[in-house]
């Protein structure tokens, strides 16, 4: 039973189109995340969400809207994909805050042509 | 000072060997040390964690060596075996933290 999933797994599309990944966790977390893993593996929190508030936005383009409809799913909307936003990203999830482990989702690898 | 920096970039160990690498950050309110380790084609997962009230902390082959005056801290792996060829990040947080600063990540490769 898959604790944190995310679909799709991949997502190829053109410049200009708006894309949505879905994020959802089982383990009755409260706090859920999007972070982004570009092609150097660096990974950088874009946001995060308790108990469906945003917490932290981390000076992410306004392309990005997560949208979170309870507490078990944050999905990810992207206006106008530019080349620069083609990388892996991933969802993740913990009770408590950043100080309890995070349950990190298999990752949505994008790509913009 | 929000910034944790890991090194090396990439490291390649003899299969038996024992693998290092090492963060060090600056804000000094940082109060918790996790490493997490992530294969291939998957998300990272936490493979070990510290706080700074002790020194050192071991689960099985895995060691945290924790330096608070010098504001260091490593993942030591003994016995090192391909299995464990992944990336490794470093990472802190704080009390009343909102999120955790992640290392640059470290490449292990373990050679049979």
């Known amino acids: 039973d898959t604790a944190v999933s995310q679909t799709p797994k991949y997502l190829v599309t053109q410049m200009g189109n708006d894309k949505s990944i879905k994020c959802e966790q089982n383990l009755g977390h409260d706090t859920m995340y999007w972070y982004k893993q570009d092609s150097k593996k660096f990974l950088k929190i874009m946001f995060s969400?308790?108990?469906?508030?945003?917490?932290i936005n981390e000076t992410v383009p306004n392309r990005f809207s997560p949208k979170s409809p309870d507490k078990a799913h944050l999905n990810l909307h992207i206006n106008s994909l530019e080349l620069g936003d083609s990388a892996v990203y991933f969802c993740a999830s913990s009770q408590g805050g950043p100080q309890s482990e995070q349950y990190f989702g298999p990752g949505t690898r994008l790509t913009v042509t | 000072q929000q910034q944790v920096k890991q090194s090396p970039q990439s490291l390649i160990v003899q299969k038996g060997g024992i693998s290092i690498i090492n963060c060090a950050y600056e804000n000094t309110a940082f109060d918790y040390f996790p490493w997490y380790q992530q294969f291939p084609g998957k998300g990272p997962a936490l493979l070990i964690a510290?706080?700074?009230?002790?020194s050192e902390k071991k689960e099985g082959r895995f060691t945290i060596s924790f330096n608070k005056s010098a504001k260091q801290f490593s993942l030591h792996i003994m016995d090192s075996q391909p299995g464990d060829s992944a990336t490794y990040f470093c990472?802190?947080?704080?009390?009343?933290?909102?999120?955790?600063?992640f290392g640059q990540g470290t490449r292990l490769t373990i050679n049979p």
């Open positions: 990472a802190a947080s704080y009390q009343g933290a909102q999120k955790l600063v």
């Open positions: 510290i706080r700074p009230d002790v």
């Open positions: 969400y308790n108990n469906k508030e945003l917490i």
